[in-house]
């Protein structure tokens, strides 16, 4: 059971085009994708982060899965889960993602917001993380800021002793210079001494550019189970 925990930097980062990406390269070996909880959101099937998967994947989500399945808990506020809504257990979050793990090889899980987004009062999106075992792949933008955001989010992962495999960085506007793309990833590289992996520029979600999908292969390659060997 390998559970990858897809987290970012910021809400709307590209966590979501991120996690369609990797189950492109994931879903051959058997991976399947979960939103454990999903705030903005009134009806899973409508408007969430996995009837977008479902709408733009080939054959829609891995395994069949609806998005309603996909789905643990959706609150319609859109905010933090701590206050979107209804409370919501860690352990109900935590038994839904490991009901599904322990029925596929590979379970990607996309967080809500940023790494350190609460879920209660004393229990974060790097708690939950944690507590699954899950391997951590951090999004962040490819623009001004990021190298602040990104290196404390990467060095948060890293505090908590989980298993991370560095950073992609989002650009769905082709806003940054190249310059800029090279200098912030340099800059996160050696402050974090995490690896970032390069810049996903603008797609059509249907057909991902191969630059795009070249990036996520190399961010996944040592979570494949032949990268584990």
Known sequence: MSILFITGTDTDVGKTVASLLALRVLAPHGAIYLKPIQTGCTDPAHGSDAAFLAAHLPGGLPQGMTPAQATGVCRPAPKAPLFAGAPVAPSDLLNFVTDHAGRHPITVVEGAGGILVPVTASWTMLDFARDLGATVLVVGRASLGTINH??????????????????????????????????????????????????????????????????????LASFLPSGRN
């Open 150 to 219: 990104t290196v404390l989010t990467l060095r948060a992962v890293a505090d908590a002793g989980l298993t991370c495999l560095g950073a992609v960085l989002m650009d769905p506007h082709n806003a940054a210079s190249a310059d800029e793309r090279a200098e912030n990833s340099q800059a996160i590289g050696q402050l974090s001494n995490q690896r970032v992996w390069g810049v996903i520029d603008h797609l059509n979600p249907r057909a991902p550019k191969a630059s795009a999908l070249a990036v996520m292969t190399a961010a």
